[in-house]
Structures are given as structure tokens and as C-alpha cells.
């Protein structure tokens, strides 16, 4: 079935009249569907670890707008968890996560081949998925990147600038590193057993990769990503991978050859126009539509949706906002997205 999946023939590196479309964040706090399914799991962790629950919020963006893929709902945030974090969430204000910034607290952590045993409801979730999906639709898993995930756990929450994790890279580059070395081996365990439950494409998420500079990013962003989809391709040849180096700016210039990735995703920082002469002739790219005009809607929606289209109609393309959709979008918008790409 994948090469009738219009997502699968973008990432194959086909160019579409019609490209296809999803949204970061898809299932969310837009969708008053959503809300009602998080109130009947309790809190958002149990939500995640409840398989019929996560597969019902992944499923609920699917029936009410027909996109293009699904992307399984989950956090970048359990990897830390299955390794022996403590993590919670507070209404409002978002994750904590107990504190890695010695020599210690990285040896209490678990080993890699551990993890499966707490994320075994999210392969249950994806196992269910490839039954429930309408045919066309492709399955998407993802995890968090390493530095990303890193700068959650070295802080505890997230923060402005991921000074915490800076300061901890300069003060115990040893302790640093052997952090970032077990969190993207247990990404290569995570993506690998999402793809043997049924993911079809797999996502990388780095949306911190912005406050890294020079060497830092080709240490700690593009070299995991590279470590990563290598691993993944070796296990799983033929499955595609986007990476999502968030407001890399001038790095994405490259990023998909020096990295073996299939398609990178781009924020809104950057304009298609650029992106298209200078990222699209590498391969594929996703984005980038500025999530405000979820909210705000009117013609200006339509009309930069129409122009995304436009600059990117020359190499193969798949349509997403330039970062997560927010809880304050209008519903309605999403559907005049759609029929602005479609129509």
C-alpha cells in the first residue's frame, strides 16, 4: 500500500500536484473531541499510556479532516521516563522531569535494552493504529532528539534559552556527553520498535536544535541525527525519516545529505521561497505555514497557504505548519487549510 500513500510518494521524492498535508500537533487541545478523551484518561501521562485512549485521540484529526497521515500520540518526554526519570506535568505550565547534572544521576539511570517494558503501551497504540487507519492514510512515530530531550532532562522542565544544558555541556562536557550517547541509542531502540509495530515513517523531533551554534551543532544535532537514521536504516531499510532541526536557519542547508534523512521539516523562520532554492534540491521538505493562521484564519490563511503551495510545487512536498498547532486555533481553520491546499 505505501506507494498509493501520497505521504510515502513525497518522501520516495515525487513531486505531487496536490501535496500532501498533516499537522504537528494534530490531535490536541483545539479539538473539543480531544478534551473529552483526555477528561475520561484522567491526566495527560495516563492519556499516553492508555493504548485505546492514544489511538482514539490519533484517530479523532483523521475522521474529522481526512489528512494525509497520522501521527501516533505520545510525548518526546517518556524516553527520559523509560530510562528512570521521574516525570510529571503540571496543568498550565507543562513537564518536570527529576534533574540529570552530575556524574550520579546519570549512573542511576537505566540501561537502553530496559526502556521497552515502560513504552510497551506506545507499540500497543501503534498496533492498533495500523488496523483502525483508513488505507490512504500513512502512520507516522517520532521521538525527541537527543539534545532536545537532553535539555529537558538537565533542567527539569523547559526552558527560554536551554542555558542549563549549555552550562552543564561546558562545565562536564564527560558527563554531558555520555547523556547524549545513551538518549540517542535508546531514540535508535524507541523508533526501531515503533517501526516493527507498525510506524511506516518516523519523525525526528529537535525543537531546541536552534540554540545550538557552529560545532555544538554538528556535535550535538546533525551527528545524532545522522547516528540515528543510520541505525534505522540499517534495521529497517526503506523506511523514510523527516528530521525537524527547529530554526536551524542556514544549517538546514545540507542537513538532509549530511544526515541520510528523507524529508526535513522546516519552521516558520525561514521562508519557503528560500527553503526552496536552497533546502527542496536536496529532497523532500515539510512545512511551513506560521501556526498563528490557525488561529487568526480570514484570507490571509488562505492565501499563505496558497503561496507555500506555490514555492514548493517544484520538488516534492508535504504540507505542515512550521511548528506545533496551539490549544487557541480555530478548528475551522484547519479546514480552510485544507481546502486552500486541496482546492
Given at each position: 500500500m505505501a506507494e498509493t500513500k501520497k505521504l510515502m510518494r513525497?518522501?520516495?521524492?515525487?513531486?505531487?500536484?496536490?501535496?500532501?498535508?498533516?499537522?504537528?500537533?494534530?490531535?490536541g487541545r483545539y479539538l473539543p473531541e480531544y478534551r473529552a478523551t483526555r477528561a475520561q484518561a484522567g491526566d495527560f501521562l495516563s492519556l499516553c499510556y492508555n493504548p485505546d485512549l492514544a489511538a482514539e485521540v490519533t484517530l479523532q484529526p483523521i475522521r474529522?479532516?481526512?489528512?494525509d497521515a497520522a501521527i501516533l500520540f505520545a510525548d518526546i518526554l517518556l524516553v527520559p521516563q523509560a530510562l528512570g526519570a521521574d516525570l510529571w506535568f503540571v496543568t498550565g505550565e507543562g513537564p518536570r522531569l527529576s534533574t540529570?547534572?552530575?556524574p550520579d544521576d546519570?549512573?542511576?539511570?537505566?540501561?537502553?535494552e530496559d526502556i521497552h517494558e515502560t513504552l510497551a503501551p506506545v507499540y500497543e497504540t501503534l498496533r492498533i493504529l495500523?488496523?483502525?487507519l483508513p488505507r490512504e492514510t500513512a502512520l507516522i512515530g517520532f521521538a525527541g532528539a537527543p539534545w532536545t530531550v537532553a535539555t529537558y532532562m538537565i533542567a527539569g522542565r523547559g526552558t527560554p534559552d536551554q542555558r542549563p544544558a549549555h552550562a552543564l555541556m561546558a562545565a562536564d562536557p564527560a558527563?554531558?556527553?555520555?547523556?547524549?550517547?545513551?538518549?540517542?541509542a535508546a531514540t535508535i531502540e524507541y523508533l526501531c520498535a515503533q517501526i516493527e509495530a507498525g510506524a511506516e515513517v518516523v519523525k525526528l523531533f529537535d525543537s531546541w536544535a536552534g540554540s545550538l551554534k557552529g560545532d555544538a551543532f554538528d556535535r550535538y544535532a546533525l551527528d545524532p541525527a545522522r547516528q540515528i537514521i543510520a541505525a534505522i536504516k540499517a534495521r529497517h531499510p526503506g523506511v523514510p525519516v523527516i528530521a525537524f532541526p527547529r530554526e536551524a536557519g542556514g544549517r538546514y542547508i545540507g542537513f538532509a545529505r549530511a544526515?541520510?534523512?528523507d524529508c526535513v521539516a522546516l519552521d516558520n523562520s525561514v521562508s519557503a521561497d528560500w527553503a526552496?532554492?536552497?533546502?527542496?534540491?536536496?529532497?523532500?521538505?515539510q512545512g511551513n505555514l506560521a501556526p498563528h493562521h490557525m488561529v487568526t484564519g480570514g484570507q490571509a490563511l488562505v492565501d499563505e497557504t496558497r503561496r507555500i503551495v506555490d514555492a514548493f510545487s517544484g520538488g516534492p512536498h508535504i504540507f505542515n505548519l512550521g511548528h506545533g498547532i496551539t490549544p487557541d486555533a480555530d478548528p475551522d481553520n484547519v479546514q480552510r487549510m485544507i481546502d486552500a491546499i486541496r482546492g
Open positions: 513525497a518522501l520516495a521524492g515525487q513531486v505531487q500536484d496536490v501535496p500532501p498535508v498533516w499537522m504537528m500537533r494534530q490531535a474529522r479532516y481526512g489528512f540529570i547534572t552530575t546519570f549512573k542511576a539511570l537505566r540501561p537502553v495500523t488496523r483502525a558527563t554531558f556527553d555520555a547523556l547524549i550517547a545513551r538518549i540517542t544526515t541520510g534523512a526552496a532554492q536552497h533546502v527542496q534540491p536536496d529532497g523532500c521538505v
